[in-house]
């Protein structure tokens, strides 16, 4: 987010852009963390349309970023086990159609016929499913990387190891941030972008952000001849996925007992669950060699919704808040940040039921398509 939105404000000539980091390098939190998953199949509309603007950034990339991103769009297969779910996806697949993403409801059969790698008789056992082909994967680093090259072409100033301790804020105006080496930077603008860590920065203004850190866990494995074209497929009632990745298999499961915390350290005791259940389903899996493994965290609001845009203290916005599907979203967020902040709206994409003022007025529509 922090990237993107440093380029689409320098390709604006917004003045003087300074982008903190307080890593060694960019990238390295929950973006460098995530699956690389993109997808339309969403259940709010605004999410639908972020998807489609972004995925078509991403086909550009290559061409106006100079910087190849590895995008397959290879489908995103979700596998439905109950009859309540399958109706939520009809209503969701009958939206993504009215804003002309053509995804399909597919029947067991089509299922095994396209996913010949799933055991469709697993507990829960799968008895529908959905896939639109243009999801698909995208490599995460080298997005940010493109952001932050082209961002420093036009002028933007970035610093990684530049933690920031504190936002400063003066009654009810933001007015810059302080750094942990004590440096005071004053700025027209600040726009919290921290990921997981944007709730407690933003304590250290005394303003309450609702974005929780929540850990959630991949497993790699070495290759086993898995083909490119295999779609990412969501077992949605497990929240269980799996995507090609070097030929062989990235998987994660989310631990709905997982409790609050900036907790980056693996949870063993997870993987052995998360991996019973993967090799169930992915029966392949169990001769699988361990390739590689790590935890991330999603940054988590109460409705599974960003939080974009101007927030009530004057020169303050953020960006973040995505809740498991910030990285799919980084292309448009990125400019629609920069028209907030220029134009004083964003207005490619109606944005209001993303904006903070939902929880003061208990306005909330959540995203239920969530992994
Ligand atoms: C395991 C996992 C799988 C995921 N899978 C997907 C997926 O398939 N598709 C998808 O779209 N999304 C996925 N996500 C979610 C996605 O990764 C996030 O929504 C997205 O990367 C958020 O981007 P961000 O820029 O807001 O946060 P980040 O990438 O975390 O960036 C925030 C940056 O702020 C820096 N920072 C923090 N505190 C400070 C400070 N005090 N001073 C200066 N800098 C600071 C951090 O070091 C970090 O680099 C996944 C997440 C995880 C953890």
Request: glycine residues 8%; aromatic residues 8%; negative net charge.
């Given at each position: 987010?922090?990237?993107?939105?440093?380029?689409?404000?320098?390709r604006?000539?917004?003045?003087?852009?300074?982008?903190?980091?307080?890593?060694?390098?960019l990238g390295?939190?929950?973006?460098?963390?995530?699956?690389?998953?993109?997808r339309?199949?969403?259940?709010?509309?605004?999410?639908?349309?972020?998807?489609?603007?972004?995925?078509?950034?991403?086909?550009?990339?290559?061409q106006?970023?100079?910087?190849?991103?590895d995008?397959?769009?290879?489908?995103?297969?979700?596998?439905?086990s109950?009859?309540?779910?399958?109706?939520?996806?009809q209503?969701?697949?009958?939206?993504q159609h009215?804003?002309?993403?053509?995804?399909?409801?597919?029947?067991r059969?089509?299922?095994a016929?396209?996913a010949?790698?799933?055991?469709?008789?697993?507990?829960?056992?799968?008895?529908?499913?959905?896939?639109?082909?243009r999801?698909?994967?995208?490599?995460?680093?080298?997005?940010v990387?493109?952001?932050?090259?082209?961002?420093?072409?036009?002028g933007?100033?970035?610093r990684t190891?530049t933690p920031?301790?504190?936002?400063?804020?003066?009654?009810?105006?933001i007015?810059?941030?302080e750094t942990?080496?004590?440096?005071r930077?004053?700025?027209?603008?600040?726009?919290?972008?921290?990921?997981?860590?944007?709730?407690?920065l933003?304590?250290?203004?005394?303003?309450?952000?609702?974005v929780?850190?929540?850990?959630?866990q991949?497993?790699?494995?070495?290759?086993?001849q898995?083909?490119?074209?295999?779609?990412?497929?969501?077992?949605?009632?497990?929240?269980?996925?799996?995507?090609?990745?070097?030929?062989?298999i990235?998987t994660g499961?989310?631990?709905?007992?997982?409790?609050?915390?900036?907790k980056?350290?693996?949870d063993?005791?997870?993987?052995?669950?998360?991996?019973?259940?993967?090799?169930?389903?992915?029966?392949?899996?169990?001769?699988?060699?361990l390739?590689?493994?790590?935890a991330?965290l999603?940054?988590?609001?109460?409705?599974?919704?960003?939080?974009i845009?101007?927030?009530?203290?004057?020169?303050?916005y953020t960006?973040?808040?995505?809740s498991?599907?910030?990285?799919?979203?980084?292309p448009?967020?990125?400019?629609l940040?920069?028209e907030?902040i220029?134009?004083?709206?964003?207005?490619?994409?109606?944005?209001?039921?993303?904006?903070?003022q939902?929880?003061?007025?208990?306005?909330?529509?959540p995203?239920?398509?969530?992994?």
């Amino acid at each position: 987010m922090g990237a993107s939105a440093a380029y689409h404000l320098a390709r604006r000539n917004a003045g003087s852009i300074l982008l903190l980091e307080s890593a060694p390098f960019l990238g390295q939190g929950a973006t460098g963390k995530c699956a690389g998953g993109i997808r339309h199949q969403f259940s709010t509309q605004v999410n639908i349309q972020l998807s489609t603007l972004s995925i078509q950034m991403m086909e550009r990339f290559p061409q106006e970023m100079e910087q190849e991103i590895d995008l397959n769009l290879v489908g995103y297969l979700f596998l439905l086990s109950s009859p309540q779910q399958l109706q939520d996806f009809q209503h969701n697949v009958a939206l993504q159609h009215s804003l002309g993403i053509q995804t399909e409801l597919l029947d067991r059969d089509e299922i095994a016929r396209r996913a010949p790698l799933i055991n469709l008789d697993a507990e829960p056992a799968i008895i529908g499913g959905t896939n639109y082909h243009r999801d698909g994967l995208a490599d995460p680093n080298s997005m940010v990387q493109g952001y932050a090259k082209q961002a420093r072409r036009l002028g933007a100033d970035i610093r990684t190891s530049t933690p920031v301790a504190r936002i400063l804020r003066q009654n009810d105006r933001i007015i810059g941030v302080e750094t942990s080496d004590g440096q005071r930077i004053l700025a027209g603008t600040t726009l919290l972008t921290a990921g997981p860590w944007s709730g407690s920065l933003a304590a250290t203004a005394n303003f309450h952000l609702p974005v929780i850190p929540l850990r959630r866990q991949i497993v790699v494995t070495r290759p086993l001849q898995i083909p490119r074209t295999m779609p990412f497929i969501i077992d949605f009632a497990q929240s269980l996925y799996f995507h090609y990745e070097s030929g062989g298999i990235l998987t994660g499961m989310s631990n709905q007992q997982e409790t609050p915390g900036e907790k980056e350290e693996v949870d063993h005791d997870w993987t052995l669950i998360h991996l019973e259940k993967a090799i169930q389903r992915f029966p392949l899996l169990e001769k699988a060699q361990l390739l590689s493994q790590w935890a991330g965290l999603y940054e988590v609001t109460p409705d599974h919704q960003a939080i974009i845009g101007k927030l009530p203290l004057e020169n303050f916005y953020t960006c973040t808040g995505f809740s498991g599907h910030g990285f799919m979203h980084g292309p448009i967020c990125g400019q629609l940040m920069a028209e907030e902040i220029i134009d004083g709206r964003a207005h490619t994409v109606n944005i209001d039921s993303l904006r903070y003022q939902r929880f003061q007025n208990q306005t909330l529509h959540p995203e239920k398509n969530i992994v």
